[in-house]
Nanobody, 125 residues
Framework: QVQLVESGGGLVQAGGSLRLSCAASGRTVSSYAMGWFRQAPGKEREFVAAISWSGGTTLYADSVKGRFTISRDNAKNTVYLQMNSLKPEDTAVYYC??????????????????WGQGTQVTVSS
C-alpha cells in the first residue's frame, strides 16, 4: 500500500493559479498510475486528471482540459497538479490516488485505489 499526502491547497481568486503536490511513501510509485480527483460539498467524487507510470500518457476531465496539467517526478515520488485559470466551480477537496492498474482505469474513482487525505481548494469569485 502507498501512503499519499497532498499539499498546496488554499484560497485563491478566480483566474488565479495553484500547484498541488502529492508525496508518496511506503512504496515507490514509479510503477503506479497516479490521479487527481475532487469532491465538492454535496457532490460525488469526480475524476480530474491521471498520468501513467512513465508520464507518457495523461488524461483530463473535459472541465479542466487546457487549464490543469498533471506531472510526476518519480525520483521524488511526487505527483503534481498545476491549476491555472481557476474558476469558482473548481472549489472542492482534491484527492490524490495511486493504482497499479492502467491510467485509463483511473477515469472512475475506485475503492481499490490508494488515497490521500485530501487538500481543500477554494476559488472565490
Amino acid at each position: 500500500q502507498v501512503q499519499l499526502v497532498e499539499s498546496g491547497g488554499g484560497l485563491v481568486q478566480a483566474g488565479g493559479s495553484l500547484r498541488l503536490s502529492c508525496a508518496a511513501s511506503g512504496r515507490t510509485v514509479s510503477s503506479y498510475a497516479m490521479g487527481w480527483f475532487r469532491q465538492a460539498p454535496g457532490k460525488e467524487r469526480e475524476f480530474v486528471a491521471a498520468i501513467s507510470w512513465s508520464g507518457g500518457t495523461t488524461l483530463y476531465a473535459d472541465s479542466v482540459k487546457g487549464r490543469f496539467t498533471i506531472s510526476r517526478d518519480n525520483a521524488k515520488n511526487t505527483v503534481y497538479l498545476q491549476m491555472n485559470s481557476l474558476k469558482p466551480e473548481d472549489t472542492a477537496v482534491y484527492y490524490c490516488a495511486a493504482s497499479l492498474g492502467t491510467v485509463q482505469a483511473m477515469g472512475v474513482p475506485r475503492s481499490r485505489f490508494d488515497w490521500g487525505q485530501g487538500t481543500q481548494v477554494t476559488v472565490s469569485s
